[in-house]
T-cell receptor, first 112, second 116 residues
Framework: QKEVEQDPGPLSVPEGAIVSLNCTYS??????FMWYRQYSRKGPELLMY????GNKEDGRFTAQVDKSSKYISLFIRDSQPSDSATYLC????????????FGTGTQLKVEL | DAGVIQSPRHEVTEMGQEVTLRCKPI?????LFWYRQTMMRGLELLIY????????DSGMPEDRFSAKMPNASFSTLKIQPSEPRDSAVYFC??????????????FGPGTRLTVT
């Protein structure tokens, strides 16, 4: 079983929809949680990060962490075609973020 | 800054040949990471360096893979001999490695390797 599980999709939604992307994990030592966005034929780029449990909001994006359930989510409000990409969750232990464990990514397509 | 630079962008080679992938990290970053990405296994960390010293190479698949970082501005990942199952996109990433900035790894554009 992988340490981090993520539904690969693809997920197709109409423009303006609310999108929910999720990851589950098994390693209780994970303390830092990140979401990276990867456009086609590009490298991943950091979108959001959170520490421990709770919510964090940045514009149309909200990241949630529930450590008791070992479950993290990324919500995208008012989704746009430019949000079409693969979203990867990533996690790190208490020692810091130098070594990240990534999910396999969820491919999202926002259609006009 | 130009970001993380990788070369070549595409490499097609025959099984058994030696392949060398190159990476120039962002100036001032003290951590460098090599990843491999496939549809089946996602993004896997192969090895990472801190101040040019290899810290964790537990993700290197086997002895056919080797990585070096002779100075702060250059790293190589070598596969010898290459096999078809090595076909993947190889990413290099760098980070400042201090406090919260250690989570922000800057990725290069990747090298798409095809071994026939």
């Amino acid at each position: 079983q992988k340490e981090v599980e993520q539904d690969p999709g693809p997920l197709s939604v109409p423009e303006g929809a609310i999108v929910s992307l999720n990851c589950t994990y098994s390693n209780s030592a994970f303390q830092y949680f990140m979401w990276y966005r990867q456009y086609s034929r590009k490298g991943p780029e950091l979108l959001m990060y959170t520490y421990s449990s709770g919510n964090k909001e940045d514009g149309r994006f909200t990241a949630q962490v529930d450590k008791s359930s070992k479950y993290i989510s990324l919500f995208i409000r008012d989704s746009q075609p430019s949000d079409s990409a693969t979203y990867l969750c990533a996690m790190s232990g208490a020692g810091g973020g130098n070594k990240l464990t990534f999910g396999t990514g969820t491919q999202l397509k926002v259609e006009l | 800054d130009a970001g993380v630079i990788q070369s070549p962008r595409h490499e097609v080679t025959e099984m058994g040949q030696e392949v060398t992938l190159r990476c120039k990290p962002i100036s001032g970053h003290d951590y460098l990471f090599w990843y491999r990405q496939t549809m089946m296994r996602g993004l896997e960390l192969l090895i990472y360096f801190n101040n040019n010293v290899p810290i964790d190479d537990s993700g290197m698949p086997e002895d056919r893979f080797s990585a070096k970082m002779p100075n702060a501005s250059f790293s190589t990942l070598k596969i010898q001999p290459s096999e078809p199952r090595d076909s993947a996109v190889y990413f290099c990433a760098s980070s400042l490695g201090r406090g919260r900035w250690s989570y922000e790894q800057y990725f290069g554009p990747g090298t798409r390797l095809t071994v026939t």
